[in-house]
């Protein structure tokens, strides 16, 4: 039982334009989400994370929204560019989890190529 | 700082065989998971240790997967006897303090069970 989702496997942008990518979650226990990249043969950096308290946090290129009724977030990237090109992760934590306050619980990943 | 490294890159083995897999995490964080990827499918939690204590191995797929965490230092995963459906790559993260805190994940130990 998937309770993290990534409806999508891979994801095609031209540079300059804005990247999507989107993550549905089953668990109504998660408060903390986070978006992972990943590049080839090396492990997932810590890209964005936000609170169940918001809606939206920013980082330069990088929003995460969160739509929590609907159990859906997703990773904005504007403007894209071809070293964003890597499988995105989604997770998310829950505090009901209370011996393992950090595990995290990822969805199959989006791979995204951003094309010059 | 040095970052988490895992030990070895690569590893192909027999099925019943037993391979131990290695990872140091940065210096002075308290919390290592290991995770799974298994066939480009999600990344799978494994277990959890604060310093040398297992917090929450829920994630271990049966008994033929044994972590331990010396002193609170490095970590190892053995895995005996290997399986075909234990061929994947293991992840180690590590972290400074329990909570939200960032996890810090190595490059990984990409394990092939022939």
């Known amino acids: 039982d998937q309770q993290v989702k990534q409806n999508s496997p891979s994801l095609s942008v031209q540079e300059g334009r804005i990247s999507i990518l989107n993550c549905d979650y089953t668990?109504?226990?998660?408060?903390?989400f986070l978006w992972y990249k990943k590049y080839p043969a090396e492990g997932p950096t810590f890209l964005i994370s936000i609170s169940s308290i918001k809606d939206k946090n920013e980082d330069g290129r990088f929003t995460v929204f969160l739509n929590k009724s609907a159990k859906h977030l997703s990773l904005h990237i504007v403007p894209s560019q071809p070293g964003d090109s890597a499988v995105y992760f989604c997770a998310a934590s829950d505090p009901a989890g209370g011996t393992s306050y950090g595990k995290l619980t990822f969805g199959q990943g989006t791979i995204l190529t951003v094309h010059p | 700082e040095a970052g988490v490294t895992q030990f070895p890159s690569h590893s192909v083995i027999e099925k019943g065989q037993t391979v131990t897999l290695r990872c140091d995490p940065i210096?002075?964080?308290?919390?290592l998971y290991w995770y799974r990827r298994v066939m480009g499918k999600e990344i799978k939690f494994l277990l959890h240790f604060v310093k040398e204590s297992k917090q929450d191995e829920s994630g271990m797929p049966n008994n033929r997967f044994l972590a331990e965490r010396t002193g609170g230092t490095y970590s190892t995963l053995k895995v005996q006897p290997a399986e075909l459906e234990d061929s994947g790559v293991y992840f180690c993260a590590s972290s400074p303090f329990r909570g939200r805190e960032t996890q810090y994940f190595g490059p990984g130990t990409r394990l092939l069970v022939l």
């Open positions: 668990n109504s226990m998660f408060d903390y």
């Open positions: 210096s002075g964080h308290d919390n």
